[in-house]
C-alpha cells in the first residue's frame, strides 16, 4: 500500500517581542496545540526584540509574514510602493492598558478634564500606548504638553500611584486588573478590550496585527489557513485552563506560572472578533498615530481599503 506524502506549506512569521507578550499570545498557542501543522502549515516563528524588528524583517523580506503593530509597520516596514503592507488577521484594539487614578488621588481626579497639569506616570518612552492617551487627551480638549508625564518603569509606577507621587498611569495587563481589583486605583480610561476602546474613544482602533507584502503575499488558501488556526487559538485562549495551556507552551512564553495565569485571564477578552479589521478602524488608528508623532516622509501608507487582505470567516 502506498504511503501518502503531504506536504505542508511552510511559512516564517516574525513575531514582536518579549515572548510573554500577551498581544501575540494566539501565536504561541497556535504553535503549540498544532493548530498550524493540522491547517497543513509549516509555521517557523523568530521572535524578535520589539515591533520594530518584526517591521523591518518584513521589510527587508526576511519572512512572509510579520506580527507586529499598525504603527511599527508603517514606520519601520516596506518603503516600496509595489511592497505596500498588506494586514492579515487583526490581534488587538489598542495596546493592553488601562489609564488608572491612584487611590491617594481619587477624590480629586475623576475625569480625563482633570490630568491637566497632572503627573501621568507610564512604562516606557515612546511605548506604543502614548498615541492613545494623546488621542484620549485631545478628544477631551487637552494635550500631553498640559500633562506632567514621567517613565518610571513597571514597578517604580505602583510604588508612585500607591505612594501618591504621580496622580495617574497608563498601567499595563495583568497589573492594571489587581490594581483595580485591590482598590488601590479607580479606572478612568480603559484600552483592554475592542469594546473598551470604542467606549473610550468613540470609534474602533487595531493595534497588533499579522502583515504580509503586497509582492510576496503568501496564497490566499494558506492564509485562510492561517486565520483559522489562529482563530482556534483565540478560542482555546478563552476557553482552557492556564495549567493546560502553559503544560505545552515554552517555558519563555509562560514565564512566571502565577502571572502568566493573571495574564490569561486578561487576554481571554483582549483581541478583534474573529481578526476582523474593518478599513474604518484602520483608518482611525493611521489618524491616532499621525496626531501622536509625525511618520516620516518616506513612510508607504496604502489606502485603508486596500490594505485589508481578506476576508476572514467565523472559527470552525
Known amino acids: 500500500m502506498l504511503g501518502l506524502i503531504v506536504l505542508l506549506q511552510v511559512l516564517t512569521l516574525a513575531v514582536s517581542g518579549p515572548p510573554t507578550s500577551s498581544e501575540y ?9 498544532g493548530y498550524f501543522a493540522g491547517e497543513g502549515l509549516t509555521v517557523t516563528i523568530k521572535t524578535t526584540r520589539a515591533e520594530s524588528g518584526a517591521a523591518e524583517a518584513l521589510a527587508q523580506g526576511q519572512v512572509d509574514l510579520a506580527a507586529t503593530t499598525l504603527e511599527a509597520v508603517l514606520r519601520f ?161 478563552r476557553s482552557a485552563p492556564a495549567h493546560e495551556l502553559a503544560a505545552k507552551l515554552r517555558a519563555r512564553v509562560v514565564g512566571d506560572t502565577e502571572d502568566f495565569t493573571a495574564r490569561l485571564t486578561a487576554a481571554r477578552t483582549l483581541y478583534l472578533p474573529d481578526g476582523l479589521v474593518s478599513a474604518d478602524q484602520v483608518q482611525q488608528t493611521l489618524a491616532i498615530v499621525r496626531a501622536h508623532t509625525p511618520l516620516p516622509k518616506s513612510a508607504l501608507i496604502p489606502r485603508p481599503e486596500e490594505m485589508l487582505l481578506i476576508k476572514v470567516s467565523p472559527a470552525r
Do not use: C, Y
Open 25 to 33: 499570545l494566539p501565536i504561541r498557542v497556535a504553535e503549540a496545540e
Open 77 to 237: 516596514g516596506p518603503r516600496a510602493a509595489t511592497q505596500a503592507p498588506r494586514l492579515v488577521f487583526g490581534l488587538t484594539a489598542a495596546p493592553p492598558v488601562a489609564l488608572v487614578v491612584g487611590a491617594p488621588h481619587a477624590a480629586t481626579v475623576r475625569s480625563i478634564e482633570d490630568l491637566s497639569a497632572m503627573r501621568v506616570g507610564v512604562t516606557t518612552p515612546g511605548a506604543p500606548e502614548h498615541a492613545w492617551f494623546g488621542w484620549l487627551l485631545a478628544r477631551a480638549g487637552l494635550s500631553v504638553a498640559q500633562v506632567r508625564v514621567s517613565s518610571l518603569g513597571g514597578r517604580g509606577l505602583v510604588s508612585a500611584l500607591d505612594s501618591g507621587e504621580i496622580h495617574a498611569a497608563l498601567v499595563h495587563e495583568p497589573v492594571a486588573s489587581r490594581l483595580l481589583a485591590e482598590k488601590r486605583a479607580k479606572l478612568l480610561a480603559d484600552f483592554r478590550t475592542p469594546r473598551a476602546v470604542t467606549e473610550a474613544l468613540g470609534a474602533g482602533t487595531v493595534n497588533a496585527a499579522l502583515f504580509a507584502r503586497a509582492d510576496r503575499r503568501p496564497q490566499d488558501r494558506d492564509l485562510l489557513a492561517l486565520t483559522r488556526a489562529l482563530q482556534n487559538a483565540e478560542q482555546r485562549i
